[in-house]
T-cell receptor
């Protein structure tokens, strides 16, 4: 399968713990995106990488959130000191270079903070 | 005002029915438009792009009205497998990535 893959698919954590999600994009895609989706809402943009450079961050991405893409391939999204409001599906997506190209989503990582 | 607005539904239709979803967008500079399909607890998947001239893919027809900033999706001869949430997506087309805006989705249930 050469699609976008995410790990873990599901995570239940206690409030205050740190969690990390990993995303492996489609291999020839140089753009990588993180979105968050809560029930009844569409995906909301969090951040975006072009190769290894993090070019944009949403205001939704508080200082407890950090994303990296160290070698321009896989990416990690870490949430520190999780809060119940962080419970959501975290979607990774990738696309080829220019704006307007279709983005392809991974299956998402479900986070439940208890 | 939201960038993209959709009627959340739900739409419950019998098999074989024709159903139409509408979407409006607020930014007149938006350049590309898509419909994504999302099954329950799954990721969104591209259904079709929407072109100014309108386009059709089998039972699905998408139309764009730039003057009214309105996008539609028509599904003919609905199948049980069409049950899903349909997301309207608008791309402003500016450089960078914070230019993709998703509607909240319209939920469709096709009933036997």
């Amino acid at each position: 399968d050469t699609g976008v893959s995410q790990d873990p698919r599901h995570k239940i954590t206690k409030r205050g713990q740190n969690v990390t999600f990993r995303c492996d994009p489609i291999s020839e895609h140089n753009r990588l995106y993180w979105y968050r989706q809560t029930l009844g809402q569409g995906p909301e943009f969090l951040t975006y990488f072009q190769n290894e450079a993090q070019l944009e961050k949403s205001r939704l991405l508080s200082d407890r959130f950090s994303a990296e893409r160290p070698k321009g391939s896989f990416s990690t999204l870490e949430i520190q000191r999780t809060e119940q409001g962080d419970s959501a599906m975290y979607l990774c997506a990738s696309s080829r270079g220019s704006s307007g190209n279709t983005i392809y989503f991974g299956e998402g990582s479900w986070l439940t903070v208890v | 005002r939201k960038e993209v607005e959709q009627d959340p539904g739900p739409f419950n239709v019998p098999e074989g029915a024709t159903v139409a979803f509408n979407c409006t967008y607020s930014n007149s500079a938006s350049q590309s438009f898509f419909w994504y399909r999302q099954d329950c607890r799954k990721e969104p998947k591209l259904l079709m792009s929407v072109y100014s001239s309108g386009n059709e893919d089998g039972r699905f027809t998408a139309q764009l009205n730039r003057a009214s900033q309105y996008i539609s999706l028509l599904i003919r001869d609905s199948k049980l497998s069409d049950s899903a949430t349909y997301l309207c997506v608008v791309n402003r087309g500016q450089t960078g990535a914070n230019n993709l805006f998703f509607g909240t989705g319209t939920r469709l249930t096709v009933i036997p």
